[in-house]
């Protein structure tokens, strides 16, 4: 039987490729300077836009220290999307020195706090042993958590470790359900989820497509919920 590629190989190339987006909206040039003065006065809020200033370059000429530097104080308030950013800092040793251990450590902080890349992130980190020791079942807790807030990396990864028994144990329905759920937006869970199909008994199929309306279901009640919590 054919084995799946590893969460690993596919997450390798993606880990880092998401990026926190400011929480009231892009960040625009023509407010550096607001958000500058936010962050000289303490609001984490304006911490991280300044951050997200520098590290993109919006109204300002890129600067990866000054953005690692805005982001830890926002993450140090407990500003979740800085302490994402600053794990992503870190791991790639971007504006300071490269510690797997300190990403992971922020990756966590954020994780903890319902932060879905983050959770992803964690998750990978378990998964490949980067600043932490490999386990697969912290591994699938945490892409897990991200999958269920409708992270189609996650998803793809969660379908993995279903379909190769890893960490959890094998079930080729889970796996397919999962795939499925990270098709639309993910080329390499599309590719997964038909050549699972090949292999899927008519019962088999009928159960999928079943969990998958669940899944459905309860990542939109979980969204709606968190839409409406207040902040």
Not at 73 to 84: D, G, H, L, R, T
Not at 169 to 180: G, H, L, N, P, T
Request: a positive charge.
């Amino acid at each position: 039987m054919q084995r799946f590629p590893s969460a690993v190989l596919k997450y390798i190339t993606s880990l880092f490729s998401t990026r926190a987006a400011a929480p009231k909206g892009p960040v625009v040039p023509g407010k550096f300077q607001e958000y500058k003065a936010g962050a000289e006065r303490g609001d984490a809020d304006a911490q991280f836009n300044l951050g997200c200033c520098y590290d993109l370059g919006r109204g300002v000429a890129k600067d990866a220290k000054e953005a690692a530097k805005w982001y830890r104080k926002a993450a140090e308030q407990n500003y979740v999307p800085a302490q994402f950013n600053l794990g992503y800092c870190y791991a790639n040793g971007q504006g300071l020195r490269k510690d797997r251990e300190e990403a992971v450590k922020w990756y966590r902080r954020a994780a903890e706090q319902g932060h879905a890349e983050a959770q992803s992130n964690l998750g990978y980190c378990y998964d490949n042993g980067r600043g932490v020791g490999k386990d697969a079942v912290e591994a699938v807790k945490w892409y897990r958590q991200a999958a269920e807030q409708g992270h189609a990396e996650a998803q793809f990864n969660l379908g993995c470790c279903y379909a190769n028994g890893q960490g959890v144990a094998k079930d080729i329905v889970e796996a397919y359900a999962w795939f499925s759920m990270a098709a639309n937006s993910d080329a390499d869970a599309a590719g997964s989820r038909d050549l699972l199909r090949k292999g899927l008994t008519p019962q088999q199929f009928t159960d999928a497509q079943k969990r998958m309306r669940l899944l459905r279901s309860q990542i939109a009640v979980a969204s709606n919920s968190t839409l409406k919590s207040p902040r």
